[in-house]
Structures are given as C-alpha cells and as structure tokens.
C-alpha cells in the first residue's frame, strides 16, 4: 500500500506539472508557438488546466496520504530473512525518493500555478 500510495502520488503531481509548469517553461524558452501547436494536437491539455485546482487538491491528499504511510512504515521492521529484509529494506529507499521527488514536482507546478495569481 505504501509504494502504491507514493507511485499515485508521483501521478497526481506530475497532472500539477502538466497544467502550470509546462506552459511557463514554453513560455520563458520562448516557444510558445510550439505550446499553441501542442494544444492543437492535445486539447485536454486546456481541460486539466481549467480544472487545474482540482487536480492541485487532489495531488495534495495523494501526498497527505503517502507521506502519512511513509510516515507509519518507517519503524516497521524488515523481515530477519536476508534476501527478504534487502528487498524490504530497498522498497523504503526507492518509496522515500518517489515521494520525495513527487512532493518537489507538486510543488513546482503548484509554485506556477498559484504565485502568479497573488503577485498580481
């Protein structure tokens, strides 16, 4: 359940990427005529981003729930058999740095999705 919640939690920041960062990345690359080309060919593109509120509060209960397992599975001990106790032991490493890397994806696409609306 653990890897499972921090594998959907990847997913669900990776849609706050999508919808906020992609576009500020074509756009300070200076390739917002290949953006406008990839909305022609992808317009759901436009549908998450009008929804992109929704997709922020749903990626924030995927991590609220996987850093709450994360947070749980940390002082259960591994099995005493040793192929099974390494295979345990490499799951919470691997399953630490998928939640981690999808806390800072979350953040970044929520950082373009939400600052620029209180700057102005």
């Not at 099974?84 to 998928?98: E, F, M, N, P």
Request: charged residues 10%; proline residues 4%.
């Amino acid at each position: 359940m653990n890897r499972l919640s921090s594998f959907l939690s990847l997913f669900s920041s990776m849609s706050a990427l999508i919808c906020c960062a992609l576009p500020a990345l074509f756009v300070i690359l200076g390739a917002g005529a290949t953006f406008a080309s990839l909305i022609s060919h992808v317009p759901q593109l436009i549908w998450i981003s009008e929804r992109k509120y929704y997709f922020l509060a749903f990626g924030a209960v995927m991590l609220v729930l996987a850093g709450f397992l994360q947070w749980n599975a940390r002082t259960k001990s591994c099995p005493a058999d040793p192929a099974l106790g390494q295979a345990c032991a490499t799951t919470k490493d691997w399953s630490k740095v998928v939640y981690f890397s999808s806390l800072v994806i979350y953040l970044i696409g929520a950082g373009f999705a939400l600052i620029p609306q209180w700057i102005s």
